[in-house]
């Protein structure tokens, strides 16, 4: 398996755009989880799917971030209008099973400039 | 609140020797716990998972170790080597499945 693979790898963008990243969990894991990461914060859980269907999104900042997961093959995390403090890594992870290990994609770091 | 600490932030050691990284968290009643390495400019690669029934986990050169009493576990990483230079992370599971990370520490083992 090739993993947990997110797109696109870097990001730079002007605040106010509209970004959108792209996580393809591990086939057959029925948990994906997307994190942000930054040096001040450290890494924080931003929402979690189970079967595609959303179950905690208390982490999302603002109205401004939503993700979708339209099937068990694909998510997204979008953010508009982007802010220069959205910049940081974002990170998809799934498992199979809540209780099993946590397997993460590359990330996306994210810059708005 | 629920919150997971890593002290120390940083630590350099020289090539062969045993160290401990240390992982402390807050309110006892723990799902489980894993360890995590990163790498920079990677993700993070799942090294041990304890449930809350487990002492430990060994993988390797790797064990770690958890006392839900105290609330703490340890990484414990023997015969150390240049190639285990990384950000050493644990994560804290409790009812939910959220994961609380601590920050983290960065190890810089020297050849």
């Known amino acids: 398996d090739a993993g947990v693979i997110q797109s696109p790898r870097h990001e730079v963008t002007e605040m106010g755009q509209e970004v959108t990243l792209r996580c393809k969990p591990i086939?057959?894991?029925?948990?994906l989880f997307w994190y942000r990461q930054t040096m001040m914060r450290g890494l924080e859980l931003l929402i979690y799917f189970n079967n595609n269907v959303p179950i905690d999104d208390s982490g999302m900042p603002e109205d401004r971030f939503s993700a979708k997961m339209p099937n068990a093959s694909f998510s997204t995390l979008k953010i508009q209008p982007s802010e220069p403090r959205d910049s940081a890594v974002y990170f998809c992870?799934?498992?199979?099973?809540?209780?099993?290990?946590?397997?993460f994609g590359s990330g996306t770091q994210l810059s708005v400039l | 609140k629920q919150e997971v600490t890593q002290i120390p932030a940083a630590l350099s050691v020289p090539e062969g020797e045993n160290l401990v990284l240390n992982c402390s968290f807050t309110?006892?009643?723990?799902?489980?716990l894993q360890w995590f390495r990163q790498d920079p400019g990677k993700g993070l690669t799942s090294l041990l998972l304890i449930q809350s029934s487990q002492r430990e986990q060994t993988s390797g050169r790797l064990n770690a170790s958890l006392d839900k009493s105290s609330g703490r576990s340890t990484l414990y990483i023997a015969a150390s080597q240049p190639g285990d230079s990384a950000t050493y992370l644990c994560a804290v599971r409790w009812g939910t499945y959220k994961y609380i990370f601590g920050t983290g520490t960065r190890l810089k083992v020297l050849a």
């Open positions: 086939s057959g894991h029925d948990y």
């Open positions: 992870a799934s498992s199979f099973g809540g209780a099993e290990k946590l397997f």
């Open positions: 309110d006892s009643a723990i799902y489980n």
